[in-house]
């Protein structure tokens, strides 16, 4: 047996009568060459997915959908409304993310057979004449919007804000990889409205800690708006979850996602103990074996670990946490 994944089953072993798995699969343990069906944004987020067969996670019906999930879905001694609202406020901040399949160079790729992740919001700056808000230049020398629909009119928007979404490195080949992503912004339920934006370059990759940046241009004000409003939600009641659970000897954790890339859904579960392989000693990172519930397309995704340190998380990979400091 794998040595690293020997020790996560030790480390996990006093949890492991409580839940029935958990997801600390090693790569041997996914189908890349299979191609997974998929569930139409028509189609009603929750539904028809959950009788879909998955490698991954056998079981979907343990995936709740972001619009049924109540409080009473948390722990019992969970049940706090402002982590409820903090669970709330970072599935506004999760974003679909779909890489095209048909990039030169992607196709020859293994790990770029999984088309569909998720990522967060992480940064959003905005351009007025080529200027951000701190009077900087555009690194790019640009006056005026590049998105698609500015990119061929006459008269381009002044106006303009670069969204930055940080998801795992392996959604993306490298900076020739541009323009074959998409990022869907509020995919709540099929029936929510939803911002996809075409127009998605990457910006930088890590492949050391896993980590790729996207940037998406617009100049919808309505979107720019909405995540300020988001970012200002997520500031207020992330500090004060931490300061209620910073210390908790309670494990929880939570997964917010788009499985078989359906609308968002919720998973909750706990973590278990932190490990090291040897690449983590070398960067100085952490590793954590996690529960709850995953899928293929929740690769990429920020799993949120309750009152550890500073309310620290992390995204999903094929098996397991990646947590940075």
Known sequence: MNPDIEHRESTIEDFHRKFEKLFTYDDSDVTFDRVLPRVSEDDEGGQCFQNVACQRSPNHSKFIPFEMFRIAHLPENHRDYDLYELLKVVADLTVKVKAKADGTYRSRMRYTRMHTGCGRLWNMIKYTDGVNQLGQPH??????????????????????????????????????????????????????????????????????????????????????????????????????????YAGSAEKLAFLVSHPLGSSKHVSVGVWGGTYQSENDIIDESQSFTYSPCTCSDSYGAYIYIVGYEWGIGGWHQLNKLELKY
């Not at 990119?151 to 020739?176: C, F, G, M, Q």
């Not at 074959?180 to 050391?208: G, M």
């Not at 896993?210 to 909405?226: D, G, I």
Request: proline share 3%.
């Open 139 to 244: 690194r790019g020398s640009l006056k005026t919007c590049r998105c698609f629909r500015c990119r061929y009119s006459d008269k381009p928007s002044h106006i303009w804000w670069e969204i930055y979404v940080e998801t795992a490195a392996n959604l993306a080949l490298d900076d020739r990889d541009r323009n074959l992503s998409t990022c869907t912004f509020f995919y709540n339920s099929s029936d929510s409205p939803k911002f996809v934006v075409d127009d998605v370059t990457v910006h930088s990759v890590q492949r050391d800690i896993n980590t790729c940046m996207l940037k998406c241009m617009t100049c919808k004000p309505r979107l720019a708006e909405k995540i300020e409003q988001l970012w200002r939600r997520f500031d207020d009641v992330w500090h004060r979850v931490h300061k209620k």
